[in-house]
């Protein structure tokens, strides 16, 4: 599993970083991200390009997703 810690940067860099990460992934693989903020403009972006996601919030007041390609 790859990890992204995006705390600390500000928008839209979190973003870019995750969907730049997300276009060398393969089936199966998952990626998790830490961002200060829950990122609800990805979620759009990861229907519409075949993720699966689980979002947890984190003690810190950060926010913990887990991406998973789906297979075609």
Known sequence: MI???NRG???????VRTL?????MT???QLMIINDRRPMF????????????VTG???????KIIIT???E
Not at 9 to 15: I, L
Not at 57 to 63: A, L
Request: aromatic share 10%; no cysteine.
């Open 3 to 5: 990890i992204l810690d």
């Open 9 to 15: 940067m500000e928008p839209p860099q979190p973003m």
């Open 20 to 24: 730049k990460q997300l276009e060398a």
């Open 27 to 29: 089936v199966g693989e």
């Open 42 to 53: 990805l979620y759009a972006e990861l229907d519409e390009l075949g993720f699966d996601y």
């Open 57 to 63: 919030p984190q003690q810190d007041g950060s926010f």
């Open 69 to 71: 390609k789906r297979g």
